[in-house]
């Protein structure tokens, strides 16, 4: 009886269509998040005489997610954010501080990407940074 639960001559001819109809949605569920997961990361040099060479320098890329924005925070340290301002697609600017919208002067915390001057009022994205031999790479969903 353990051997007849899932072939068609066993179970009624609407159970199995509904149970092969559930492991075509799991399939087709599993193949879409597994496209999702993909990361595209960038990877930005660190050249000795590059944007990024000290301490309070930005560095504007290009990803799949649009204009990012890449700071260098500290000796060994970096952040990186959308470079577009949240009120009406400004690019930001770095000032070693904080970054700031020239179109409307909004203000964004460096640290975290949140507004500290409007009229912006949502934060920023953020993305990982991971410092390398070299470079900075940018994890980008
Ligand atoms: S576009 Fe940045 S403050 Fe308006």
């Known amino acids: 009886m353990d051997e007849c639960v899932s072939r068609p001559a066993c179970i009624g001819r609407r159970e199995f269509l509904v149970k092969a109809g559930l492991v075509a949605g799991a399939t087709v569920l599993t193949i879409s998040r597994a ?3 993909v990361i595209e990361d960038v990877t930005v040099p660190v050249t000795p005489d590059g944007p990024l060479a000290k301490v309070g320098g930005s560095q504007v890329v290009d990803s799949s997610a649009g204009k990012i924005i890449v ?3 500290g000796e060994k340290t970096f952040a990186a954010f959308s470079a577009l301002c949240t009120h009406k697609k400004g690019l930001l600017k770095y000032d070693g501080k904080q970054l700031v919208c020239p179109k409307h002067g ?3 915390d460096a640290s975290n990407g949140k507004v500290t001057a409007g ?3 949502e934060a920023l994205r953020s993305y990982a940074t991971t410092l390398g031999e070299g470079s900075v790479r940018v994890a980008v969903p």
Do not use: D, K, Y
């Open 119 to 121: 009229p912006a009022e």
């Open 71 to 73: 700071l260098r925070t």
């Open 106 to 108: 909004s203000a964004f």
């Open 35 to 37: 496209g999702a997961a």
